[in-house]
């Protein structure tokens, strides 16, 4: 079995997602293929457009072998702790092959260099740092021109300041090179590769070719009604699936959705917001006082930014003030060398296969049914799986709102994974 890895989002699966997993499949030369998929909450700060096992099913009717859920804790954060809990996943299944990204740069081994300089910051590059610091530079550019500095210095590299800065400032560069920064202080055998993002920038707004943003699509769904706007961007299995749920009254999920929730849970715990994860430098005092003046999520958002908070650091700020994500929750799990257990959320044939060999290779708890968790005596066991619970929960509170008579109670309790012959 040669098992190449992806870490993904898929909302939704579209042809940009297809064209990476063909493309990664052939380059590795994988016989079968294992997704780390975030679960109803994303990377960016906000909810996902549909439910985790109707994405990992989608994924798996598109070519992917066995999707497993990436835990909350980490699937709503920075870029670092994002792939950090990402890679840790897929390395505590020791059985994983490679690891395929999109990245704008598309050449893994300048990623590589810079990773590694990061994770080992040789003394040179620490001094130099230290220096362009002690300038009055902010850190990322204080970063990049130490690292220009020690490349150029070392004849690491053949990049300009300039195209180092924009490999530094590209959104997927950034998680690519995390990726690895994670790979090499895991000490893992698995090995990185890149292929290059084509046709759309991960921003970009507008549908105008078969491939876009997920972004694009997800925008088109929520300014239309017209789902023919978006049927030859995805592949036909996604399509089917989005209008089969939008048929059943299962409407897409939006951050504003929330908004409700999170006003009340701002103005209630007022006094203990500096509890949650990433709420500091006085961040909850701006929070606190726009949210009476703002009519929705996107007022509160744009009022509260500034030079200092950024737009996506806001969404993730207010997403874990909305799970109630604590500080000392994250700190304790951000670094761990090995995830105590995995969530299978859809899986075909060859997914079996796969299951199977982790079984073999690695004693990490594979859940598969949700009641069966209360035999674990682990601590950071708790700790991950409350907030995969509680996130379920809270989407759900949503997801289900035209449909209340199907929810039963925390449905993680009673949904399987997937099983796709």
Do not use: W
Request: with cysteine; aromatic share 10%; glycine share 4%.
């Amino acid at each position: 079995m040669n098992l190449l890895g992806l870490v993904v989002e898929y909302n939704p699966f579209h042809n940009g997602h297809k064209y990476h997993l063909e493309k990664s499949k052939e380059l590795t030369k994988a016989t079968h293929t294992v997704a780390i998929m975030s679960g109803s909450f994303l990377q960016r700060g906000e909810p996902a457009l549909f439910d985790k096992y109707t994405r990992a099913e989608m994924a798996v009717k598109n070519g992917v072998d066995l999707v497993i859920e990436l835990p909350t804790l980490y699937s709503c954060q920075s870029a670092e702790i994002f792939s950090h809990g990402a890679i840790a996943t897929l390395n505590s299944l020791n059985c994983v092959n490679s690891i395929c990204f999109g990245s704008e740069e598309g050449n893994v081994e300048i990623l590589h260099t810079i990773a590694e300089i990061l994770v080992k910051e040789p003394q040179t590059f620490k001094c130099t740092l230290r220096k362009y610091l002690n300038e009055g530079l902010v850190f990322p550019i204080a970063r990049s021109k130490a690292l220009y500095d020690y490349i150029s210095s070392n004849n690491l590299l053949n990049l300009s300041e300039n195209e180092l800065q924009k490999v530094l400032n590209s959104s997927n560069n950034i998680l690519g090179i995390e990726y690895i920064k994670s790979l090499i202080k895991l000490d893992s055998s698995i090995k990185p590769y890149t292929i290059t993002r084509i046709a759309s920038e991960y921003n970009s707004k507008d549908i105008n070719s078969n491939i876009c943003s997920a972004t694009a699509i997800r925008n088109s769904l929520k300014d239309n009604n017209d789902l023919q706007l978006i049927e030859n961007v995805v592949p036909s299995h996604t399509f089917d699936e989005i209008k089969n749920k939008i048929n059943d009254n299962f409407s897409p999920v939006f951050d504003n959705d929330f908004y409700n929730i999170l006003s009340s849970t701002i103005i209630r715990d007022f006094d203990n917001l500096c509890d949650y994860f990433e709420v500091n430098e006085g961040i909850e005092n701006k929070i606190y006082s726009n949210i009476f003046t703002s009519k929705n999520l996107e007022e509160l958002i744009n009022s509260t930014k500034s030079k200092r908070y950024t737009m996506t650091k806001i969404k993730r700020t207010l997403n874990n003030i909305l799970l109630g994500i604590k500080r000392e929750d994250v700190i304790k799990v951000k670094d761990l060398p090995q995830i105590p257990y995995i969530r299978v959320l859809a899986f075909n044939n060859k997914g079996r296969e796969i299951i199977k060999t982790i079984k073999n290779s690695s004693d990490i708890e594979i859940i598969t049914k949700f009641s069966k968790i209360s035999h674990i005596d682990n601590s950071l066991f708790d700790t991950l799986i409350k907030y995969d619970l509680k996130a379920s929960n809270m989407y759900n509170l949503i997801y289900y709102k035209n449909n209340r008579h199907l929810l039963k109670g925390p449905m993680d309790y009673y949904l399987s994974p997937k099983y796709l012959p």
